[in-house]
């Protein structure tokens, strides 16, 4: 009995030397820019763990700038996409507007015109229009805002993309530990495979 409790201990430690620290993550994906193990979100030190098992080919700090990266790309492409929507909102109320104000002086110069060459005095119009602002303000908030979103749209893919290698470079060093007891290829035993 005490040698099969040895034997049985003897083999969890060794299962415990041979994990590495990220062989609990097999799973292991990316969402935005947090990290899971199957539905469950690593924490800032499960991340570290996981980061230094690699051998320093990831690390934590790599993966906060990256991050940092990410989230900057993301609120430029939201912020300027609103500014983007804004900018054709005003672009479309000032061409209506402009529309109106052209049909308004088009129906009044078609009534008052006869009157006018009949008395024989000049029609004196002076058409100012107060929408035309309006529509270069818009016009020029379109512009922009596609601007921005292309650089936006810019930093949102290097960052993401940094974050996908990062993410793929741990799930290289990730291995999967299982302790067997059977029959091996040189005899009944245990079987430690990671």
């Known amino acids: 009995m005490k040698r099969t409790i040895w034997v049985l201990l003897i083999a969890a430690m060794t299962m415990a030397a041979g994990t590495k620290a990220s ?3 097999a799973d292991l994906a990316r969402k935005g820019t947090s990290l899971y193990s199957g ?3 690593l924490t800032t030190g499960q991340m570290q763990a996981l980061f230094d098992s690699t051998g320093g080919a990831v690390t934590y ?3 906060r700038s ?3 990266g990410f ?6 492409l939201i912020s ?5 929507g804004a900018g054709l909102l005003t672009t479309g109320i000032g061409a209506v507007g402009l529309m109106v104000e052209g049909v308004a002086v088009g129906i009044g110069t078609a009534m008052f015109a006869p009157l006018a060459v009949a008395s024989g005095n000049d029609l004196g119009l002076d058409y100012d229009s107060k929408f035309a602002g309006v529509a270069v303000a818009g016009v020029c908030m379109v ?5 921005c979103m292309i650089a ?8 993401k993309k940094k974050l996908n290698d990062m993410t793929e470079t741990c799930g290289r060093y990730v291995s999967s530990v299982s302790l067997s007891f059977g029959p091996q290829k040189y005899g009944t035993g245990f079987a430690l495979t990671f």
């Open 143 to 147: 512009g922009a805002g596609l601007a």
């Open 66 to 68: 990256a991050s940092r």
């Open 23 to 25: 062989a609990q993550y």
């Open 61 to 63: 700090d790599a993966w």
């Open 152 to 159: 936006g749209t810019t930093v949102y893919c290097i960052y």
């Open 39 to 41: 539905t469950e979100k």
């Open 80 to 84: 300027f996409g609103a500014l983007t």
């Open 71 to 76: 989230n900057a790309g993301k609120g430029l």
